[in-house]
């Protein structure tokens, strides 16, 4: 299973994004300052963007999803209920877990934002995807709900998981790391050694490997370990 | 055109000239073709299609029940494209700048910035469509007649919101009536002739040009 850019190319205006490289199963990273091209980049993934060059080519990859950056893009429900049932799931389930059962019967955009990333990222993640891109899924999160989301995403034991973010506090154990710079898709490579190469790395990431601290991944329990190591 | 007074004038004339007659409807289509970008303006705004085929679907109906069908056509086809010239060729805050020039700082300002609401409104409604016909293909739905109440629902609760959100906006910057604000327009040579075209056509729809030469004779 594998998602393969080749020399793909997404064009607005002057402004221009260039992407090449095979995305294989395993979670992958995708980082880049905001405004570099991760959403576009997303939507160039998911099929959803017309490429003004290159192709994308998806190889044993049977089912896709994608969750863009802002929630509200998401909805089709006049109603709360509504919208769960859109993703052809029942609604009490979902709406019990997220404790929205008392605003099933109001429209989703009455809801604040936080509460319906919350309830399209609960509806989305029941199913499972061979192929999953997630854009700014930790956007609108408390850090709660965003260490849930990172478990969620963890336990995916198959497929190919995506994620495009510039989220500098909370993430997934990864295995692939890719960044969007000027333009361009780069391609840092596996995980660990990929973190010596990671110029958007956040600030406590960067100090550790400064100091010489062994990092295994991202994960808080990983950045735990390092912090914790002699 | 750059002047936002002559573009509208041209174009109420112009909308005049085709409804009064079908000879008058081809004046104005070929007034379109010479001045305009004609086909670019067809191909960016795809509501055109649609709005053409009703009138088509109007025509037949009205060719149907003994009209002249045909001639509706010719009509409502001049004027529609003469519509679409316009919404194409309208900038950012001209309707302000307009609104003011007719009207002043008080009523004009307030309904050119009405107005200047307005197309935004429609411009979001229509990115707002755009959305939610990705979010359908993203969960495997079409647009039909199931999905399209559901639809229409989001986007007059987003519009209402996006209203409310804007007037507690200015009434939190203090907005209470009128405003201040000095009206320009960008004037070039080139634009009067288009103007002047229109003018002879006008002319020629509404004086009675032949019987005033027969009178000479």
Not at chain 1, 90 to 116: C, F, H, V, W, Y
Not at chain 1, 168 to 181: A, G, K, N
Request: with cysteine; aromatic share 8%; charged share 20%.
């Amino acid at each position: 299973m594998r998602l393969q850019l080749n020399a793909a190319r997404a064009c607005r205006g002057d402004w221009s994004l260039k992407a090449e490289g095979t995305f294989g199963e395993g979670v992958h990273l995708v980082s880049g300052d905001v405004g570099s091209g991760k959403s576009t980049l997303a939507l160039m993934m998911a099929g959803l963007l017309s490429l003004s060059n290159g192709t994308i080519a998806r190889n044993g990859i049977s089912s896709s999803m994608i969750s863009l950056q802002f929630p509200e893009y998401h909805v089709t429900g006049s109603t709360v209920a509504e919208e769960c049932m859109s993703w052809g799931l029942d609604p009490g389930p979902i709406l019990s877990e997220l404790n929205l059962m008392d605003k099933q019967d109001r429209a989703p955009l009455t809801l604040s934002r936080g509460e319906l990333k919350r309830l399209h990222l609960a509806c989305m993640l029941v199913k499972k995807y061979d192929l999953l891109l997630l854009d700014e899924p930790f956007s609108s999160l408390d850090a709660r709900e965003k260490e849930r989301i990172c478990k969620l995403i963890s336990q995916r034991t198959s497929g190919i998981t995506v994620l495009f973010t510039h989220e500098q506090t909370t993430f997934p154990s990864v295995d692939y790391l890719w960044e969007i710079q000027q333009g361009k898709l780069i391609e840092r490579g596996e995980m660990p050694g990929a973190l010596h190469h990671w110029t958007h790395a956040p600030v406590l990431i960067k100090k550790l490997i400064a100091s010489g601290k062994c990092l295994k991944n991202i994960s808080p329990s990983d950045l735990i370990e390092a912090v914790c190591m002699t | 055109m750059h002047d936002i007074r002559m573009r509208i004038g041209t174009a109420t004339l112009l909308t005049l000239v085709a409804f009064f007659s079908v000879p008058g409807a081809v004046g104005v289509f070929v007034w379109w073709l010479v001045f305009t970008q004609r086909l670019q303006e067809v191909k960016r705004i795809r509501i055109i299609a649609g709005t053409l085929g009703m009138i088509a679907l109007a025509a037949l109906f009205i060719f149907v029940a003994g009209g002249d069908g045909g001639a509706y056509f010719i009509r409502m086809g001049a004027i529609i494209l003469i519509g679409i010239w316009l919404y194409s060729e309208q900038g950012s805050g001209e309707f302000l700048h307009l609104g003011v020039w007719l009207l002043g700082n008080r009523m004009g300002f307030e309904l050119g910035m009405i107005a200047e609401m307005g197309v935004q409104m429609a411009e979001s409604l229509a990115a707002d469509l755009e959305r939610i016909h990705m979010a359908m293909t993203i969960k495997g739905q079409k647009l039909g007649v199931k999905t399209l109440v559901p639809a229409g629902l989001i986007l007059v609760s987003d519009a209402l919101v996006r209203s409310q959100d804007t007037a507690e906006l200015m009434a939190v910057r203090g907005y209470n009536e009128g405003g201040s604000f000095c009206p320009q327009f960008i004037h070039q040579r080139y634009d009067l002739i288009p103007v002047m075209v229109a003018i002879v056509l006008g002319f020629l729809a509404f004086v009675p040009v032949s019987e005033f030469l027969i009178l000479y004779r």
